[in-house]
């Protein structure tokens, strides 16, 4: 934390936004995944697919680094924030507001809750897939825990699929202001580019956003 | 036109200050906005009251003295110019007007609406110059520029160093000013010679300073009245990233 604190303003960001743009990567993989559950009735290739991420040993180095990656992302944010507030102990009495990123306004707050919703699903999912008993499932193909019963079962809960929803939607917000925010601070900006990546960004975010909302809405409402 | 003023009153940099409300009238849209505080502060010394403190020099938008965070906007309403060449017709007859200091930790009041920002000099003093031995003064085309360059460096070069990008920011964060200074360098062989060190050495007294992060928010560039563009943000990210990865180790 000591070390933290001595990096530079820009050092930080670019730590941040290395770790972001990882966790960005990380975010594709794990929404293919996901989307391969509504592909068939029997979930053969979803489940298939977590027993691939469960068992390969470089998934499971990986495991480790996509650890990594979300502690230093969230240090690095919590530590840049709380320096943000004590760079301003007076606030004003009219507030401003000629930010031209709305969403970069609440990064911690819709960080904050894309960390909550993070602890749930890693127990929900997580550690009830390594360590608690999952009945398997056979199929032409093999044997395998049948891990895409356990999502089905949790989406049927209205309320957790409205927090789903919400958090997904937070994590949206997040990444419409990251993505671009990234390549800023690496220094990566260019006039002919910048709107490109801005774009892209944006559309990638609704992309993932509305990716990870199917789901769950599929199965509530099926 | 007639005005409510909610101004921040605050006797010295460690009194405790308060907000107060003055009453002008028959003021003039031609008016700037600081004749207009003009006349307030003649009506307070006229009843034997203190005047309102501000900063202000030359009054035509160059020296950068002019500060004022007005009804939560550095220099005001109009986009791309200072307090002093504001006028009063981007105010309606009747409407309050809510004027308060810059507020960051390292730009202390000093008084009212005035506050401390040598931590701007400091800054320069660390690196904002060009070590040159001065001598006669050079042909004008011995150094060949590109006129790309020779371009982005004068808009750098505009920032008159108000201090308005660190009031606009949520995070306090000087980021476009050094952002600025470093680039107007940075851009120019002359200013290449010591760039590695110039980066470094203001970006380290920038954050010693206690100004805040850069979050991408870009309200400052929205808020300068010289319009300096963010990209020399992202120039001076670039330089940095560079700086610190081929600097030899001590
Ligand atoms: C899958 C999850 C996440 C992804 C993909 C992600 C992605 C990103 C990206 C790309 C940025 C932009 C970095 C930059 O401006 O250079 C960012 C900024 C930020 N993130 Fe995340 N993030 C995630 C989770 C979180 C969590 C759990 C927190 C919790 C504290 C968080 C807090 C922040 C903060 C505070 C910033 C702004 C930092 C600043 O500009 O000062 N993020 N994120
Ligand atoms: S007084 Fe000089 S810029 Fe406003």
Redesign the pocket.
């Known amino acids: 934390m000591g070390k933290t604190l001595q990096y530079s303003s820009i050092t ?3 730590i ?2 290395l ?6 990567s ?2 594709v993989v794990h929404l293919i995944i996901n989307l391969l559950i509504l592909f068939d009735d029997s979930r053969e290739l979803f489940n298939q697919a977590a027993h691939f991420m469960a068992t390969n040993p470089l998934i499971q180095i990986f495991q480790w680094v996509l650890f990594a990656g ?1 502690i230093i ?2 240090i ?3 530590v ?2 709380i320096q ?1 507030w004590l760079a301003r102990p007076v606030r004003y009495e009219k507030k401003g507001s000629s930010e031209q990123s709305y969403f ?1 306004k609440f ?2 707050h ?3 809750i ?2 909550i919703f ?1 602890v749930i699903h890693f127990v929900n999912f997580f550690v009830k897939a390594k360590f608690g008993h999952i009945e398997s499932i056979s199929y032409a193909s093999g044997t395998y825990e049948d891990l895409g019963w356990l999502i089905v079962e949790l989406f049927k809960d209205g309320a957790y699929v409205v927090f789903y929803v919400v958090a997904i939607l937070l ?1 949206g917000f ?2 419409d ?3 671009q ?6 220094g990566l900006q260019h006039s002919r580019y910048t709107p490109f990546i801005k774009l892209a960004g944006t559309l990638f975010s609704a992309l993932i956003t509305l990716g990870f909302i199917a789901i769950p809405l599929v199965i509530y409402f099926s | 036109m007639d005005l409510t003023l909610r101004i921040w009153r605050q006797a010295s940099a460690d009194a405790k200050g308060k907000f107060v409300n003055y009453q002008v009238k028959g003021i003039s849209e031609e008016a700037s906005f600081l004749e207009m505080l003009d006349v307030l502060n003649e009506s307070l010394v006229m009843k034997n009251e203190e005047p309102v403190a501000f900063d202000h020099d030359c009054r035509e938008g160059i020296c950068g003295a002019c500060s004022l965070y007005i009804n939560g906007r550095p220099h005001g309403p109009d986009k791309g110019i200072t307090t002093c060449q504001m006028h009063m017709r981007n105010f309606k007859n009747g409407e309050t007007i809510v004027i308060e200091p810059w507020r960051a930790k390292p730009f202390p009041v000093i008084k009212d609406l005035m506050v401390d920002r040598s931590a701007f000099d400091e800054i320069i003093q660390a690196g904002g110059f060009i070590s040159v031995r001065t001598g006669g003064i050079p042909d004008a085309n011995a150094i060949p520029i590109p006129k790309l360059n020779a371009d982005l460096a004068m808009d750098a070069a505009a920032c008159i160093g108000c201090g308005a990008c660190v009031a606009a920011c949520k ?1 306090a964060s000087a980021m476009l000013f050094v952002a600025a200074k470093v680039s107007q360098f940075a851009l120019l062989p002359q200013g290449r010679l010591e760039a590695s060190e110039r980066v470094r050495n203001m970006v380290g007294k920038m954050d010693e300073l206690g100004f805040g ?4 928010t870009y309200a400052c560039e929205a808020e300068c009245p010289k319009e300096i563009s963010v990209t020399h943000i992202a120039r001076m990210n670039r330089e940095y990233l560079v700086a610190k990865v081929t600097a030899p180790k001590e």
């Open positions: 930080k960001k670019i941040m936004s770790a972001g743009l990882f966790l960005t990380f975010l979300f992302h969230i690095f944010g919590v840049l924030q943000n970069s990064m911690i819709t960080g904050a894309v960390l993070l994590l997040h990444l202001h990251g993505f925010s990234a390549f800023q601070s690496l | 995070n992060n850069c979050t991408n």
